[in-house]
């Protein structure tokens, strides 16, 4: 069995792989990154009655990794950039040969998948971060879980300046229902879920604004998200509005937010050959 490892600074996700299958992904959150590390790799191999001899390799990628200066439990441990991680990830769990893969974790990074070939484009500074550093200043909290669900009950006609708050008719390629600004009818006396909810769209929007400018010139019209951000359910209804905006499609596969550690085990044979 190969063992990948997405090492965070206090967030890990591991994964096995064995005869083409993902295997029990898991994450764990600790203070720092080697406990996160080991903590994830006992729980994972407790929970499924695993023991190290059924470990063939352990791969490590994300930036905690670099935390790690020798190999874990003593077995066989090596170590794959996170660009390739993200791109080999997404393309096993989408079953998609060529699109922009887009990892939304603290921040947001680009990179282009086409067949084996995996190019870091570019990122942006918008992310799970921004979403829980405005979310302590605007609504006291640094609970992502909950400000998406009081976000549920948030009204964006209340946050957001439309296209029809401006225009008595749809602009060319604009529908009334676009956003002409984020934000830009928020007032002092908002109410938290409408705060919420305007959070969220805001760093949603601007990664899918974003991640179709960063393909523009490269014939691509799929975009895969990968990371935890996939997890909030507004996804479902944003980027599909982004997507019939503009004329692209965005995925989110299966294990979505364990995808990076899916790619780290994957990489092991592609190395070998």
């Known amino acids: ?27 764990i959150t600790a203070v720092d990154p080697v406990t996160s590390l080991y903590g994830a790799f006992g729980k994972f191999l407790y929970d499924n ?15 905690g990794s670099a935390y790690i200066k020798q190999p874990v439990y003593g077995l066989p441990t090596t170590k794959c950039d996170e660009f390739i991680a993200d791109g080999l990830g997404a393309r096993y769990e989408s079953g998609i040969d060529k699109a922009i893969v887009v990892s939304m974790g603290t921040g947001t990074s680009f990179v282009k998948c086409d067949g084996e070939e995996m190019t870091h484009i570019g990122g942006i500074g918008t992310g799970g971060g921004t979403l829980q550093g405005l979310a302590r200043l605007l ?20 946050i957001n300046l439309l296209i029809g708050d401006i225009s008595a ?13 984020l934000f830009g009818k928020a007032q002092t006396n908002a109410a938290q879920e409408d705060i919420a909810l305007g959070l969220v769209c805001m ?10 400018l960063s393909g523009i010139g490269t014939g691509i019209s799929d975009y895969i998200l990968i990371g935890n951000l996939t997890l909030l359910p507004q996804c479902q209804d944003i980027f599909p509005a982004m997507a019939k905006l503009y004329g692209v499609k965005f995925h989110i596969p299966k294990n979505s937010e364990f995808c990076t550690a899916i790619g780290a085990a994957l990489s092991h044979n592609q190395i070998k050959n």
């Open 1 to 27: 069995m190969l063992i990948g490892i997405d090492v965070g600074i206090s967030t890990t996700k591991i994964v096995g792989i064995k005869d083409g299958e993902v295997i029990s992904p898991i994450r």
């Open 49 to 63: 009655g695993f023991g190290l001899l059924d470990v063939e390799q352990v791969i490590l990628t994300g930036v």
């Open 139 to 158: 609504l006291n909290t640094s609970d992502i879980r909950y400000v998406s669900d009081i976000a549920k009950r948030g009204n964006l006609a209340n």
């Open 169 to 181: 008719n749809p602009l060319p390629g604009l529908p009334m229902d676009a956003t002409a600004s």
């Open 203 to 212: 760093v949603l929007q601007s990664i899918g604004s974003a991640s179709i």
